[in-house]
């Protein structure tokens, strides 16, 4: 077992110990938007004035574990920034496996958004935002052009992705726990670069991309973030990388954790809230000048 991957099972009585002193401020609404008990979605409204760009946060697990109330702290945490959260839940490996979890954030996707239409006003835009295996099926969602059509979903819509920790490519010479957790996801292992998002990169028709990565995450080599921006900035889409500095920088640390320490606490955090405000601003064209 590697150095990085026991630094991240330590870091989970220090984790669990910061979720339990969470406070909940705000009850989200559960939302069906499928027949399996966890294709449903929860919906964060901020408790003051609402942004303009909504946020849809996929979590990770794995492909196999997790849901959506087990990360609700996240959801909070972006609604006390303004902005209106929802959190979709996905069938799990390795009773469904790839395309089905694709298939149902894209699903989820389509459902929030037209129930931000519902609420009248112009067509609001929503920033992809994913941890981990969340981050994978985020990619997706924002690059995946046929899944897009196959789910009616306007590439339009979709204001950026931003990454924590996620695989995206399933190539040889990434740590072994990456390799047997894709295992559970695709029926037939030769398939799987039909479930790499940086194969879709060239699809991607330049959405905003940030990829958030620690060099000593033991679980998602950091080689495969960094080919994933890479790839991308010789396609010419407009892509920012982040590497986690040396601290709480352990997987689950930083793709997940970062929103139990606040942002004046996380250097990561701080990228990513950051990157929400500029690529708003971008959206409504009052991007600040450098």
């Known amino acids: 077992m590697n150095a990085n991957l026991l630094r991240e099972y330590a870091s989970y009585p220090g984790l669990l110990r910061d979720l339990l002193r969470v406070k909940r401020r705000i009850e989200p609404e559960r939302i069906v938007y499928g027949g399996d008990r966890r294709q ?46 929802f959190l979709p839940g996905y069938r799990h490996a390795p009773k469904f496996r790839y395309p089905a979890q694709a298939e149902d954030v894209c699903a989820a996707a389509g459902a929030i958004l037209r129930r931000l239409d519902r609420e009248g006003g112009p067509p609001r835009p929503a920033a992809v935002v994913g941890s981990s295996a969340g981050a ?33 490519d399933f190539e040889d010479g990434h740590p072994a726990v990456l390799y047997l957790l894709a295992r559970k996801l695709f029926p037939v292992w030769e398939e799987r670069r039909q479930g790499a998002p940086r194969e879709k990169l060239a699809f991607g028709g330049g959405i905003p991309l940030l990829v958030i990565h620690s060099p000593r995450d033991g679980v998602v080599g950091y080689e495969n973030a960094w080919d994933f921006a890479r790839r991308a900035r010789e396609l010419g889409l407009p892509v920012r990388f982040f590497s986690v500095p040396p601290g709480r920088d352990s997987h689950s640390a930083y793709t997940a954790g970062i929103f139990l320490e606040g942002r004046e606490n996380s250097p990561a955090l701080d990228a990513l809230t950051d990157w929400l405000g500029r690529l708003e601003r971008l959206t409504y064209g009052k991007e600040e000048k450098q």
């Open 40 to 85: 449903y979605f929860l919906d964060f409204a901020p408790p003051g004035r609402e942004r303009c760009t909504a946020v849809i946060y996929i979590h990770g697990g794995g492909w196999d574990s997790g849901e959506p109330a087990m990360f609700r702290f996240i959801g909070q945490y972006f609604a006390l920034q303004g902005y209106r959260c």
């Open 136 to 168: 994978h099926l985020g990619a997706l969602l924002c690059l995946d052009r046929q899944l897009q059509k196959q789910f009616a979903l306007d590439p339009g819509r979709l204001a950026g992705f931003a990454g924590l920790g996620g695989p995206y």
